[in-house]
């Protein structure tokens, strides 16, 4: 069992659909995060949250929607998708300001978008 | 410019002998850390080891150590004694400056069959 809970595992969803992914850390963490994983490419980081407030979005189509309600919980509310959007949604927290910055993960949310 | 490589796409090694994956990076920055994560097949990043731009030393984890050439600006791992249970993906990353939020930038990842 991981520090971090993704939910759900496997997402099939049409492009008109609205969806959302959860994640929820058990850590104590004050910072969490989305990255995107694509087929042959590498992670990309979609969105930072500090302490539930956005400190990053790395240019992110609206489609995507994050929410920070407080710091153990992130969702990630999917609208209008594109069939390119079908990837590993990887949540992950850490402690911010540390001496290491590492970041603890989730096992993921695999989407498939028809 | 990618800022983390990995040039190699996939190994196989011998179940019990070492085996050494690439890594090099770019950054300006003179303080960063670098990571090395393992996904298995359920999804899960994995940490394994880091390294700081500061550390005079090698970070050795276990049967995990790190190669940092920090003129060279490679941060190799090393798995020695490989086992069955290694057969993942490993990706180097890279955290630059001291910013909140550590972030983390990828490389593409390196996809290790272990061999009985």
């Known amino acids: 069992e991981t520090g971090v809970t993704q939910t759900p595992r496997h997402l099939v969803m049409g492009m008109t659909n609205k969806k959302s992914l959860k994640c929820e850390q058990h850590l104590g963490h004050n910072a969490m995060y989305w990255y995107k994983q694509s087929a042959k490419k590498p992670l990309e980081l979609m969105f930072v949250y500090n302490f539930k407030e956005q400190t990053e979005n790395n240019s992110v189509p609206s489609r995507f929607s994050p929410e920070c309600p407080n710091s153990s919980h992130l969702f990630l509310h999917l609208h209008t998708l594109q069939p390119e959007d079908s990837a590993l949604y990887l949540c992950?927290?850490?402690?911010?300001?540390?001496?290491?910055?590492?970041?603890?993960f989730g096992e993921g949310s695999r989407l498939t978008v028809l | 410019a990618q800022k983390i490589t990995q040039t190699q796409p996939g190994m196989f090694v011998q179940e019990k002998e070492a085996v050494t994956l690439d890594c090099t990076y770019d950054?300006?920055?003179?303080?960063?850390?670098l990571f090395w994560y393992k996904q298995p097949s359920s999804g899960e990043m994995i940490f394994l080891i880091y390294?700081?731009?500061?550390?005079?030393q090698n970070a050795t984890e276990g049967r995990y150590s790190l190669n940092f050439q920090k003129a060279r600006k490679s941060a190799n791992l090393v798995i020695s004694a490989s086992q069955l249970g290694d057969s993942a993906m490993y990706f180097c990353?890279?955290?630059?400056?001291?910013?909140?939020?550590?972030?983390?930038?990828f490389g593409g990842g390196t996809r290790v069959l272990v061999k009985p």
């Open positions: 390294q700081g731009s500061y550390d005079e």
């Open positions: 950054t300006s920055d003179q303080s960063y850390g």
């Open positions: 990353a890279m955290r630059e400056g001291q910013a909140a939020g550590n972030k983390l930038t």
């Open positions: 992950a927290s850490s402690q911010g300001r540390t001496n290491t910055g590492e970041l603890f």
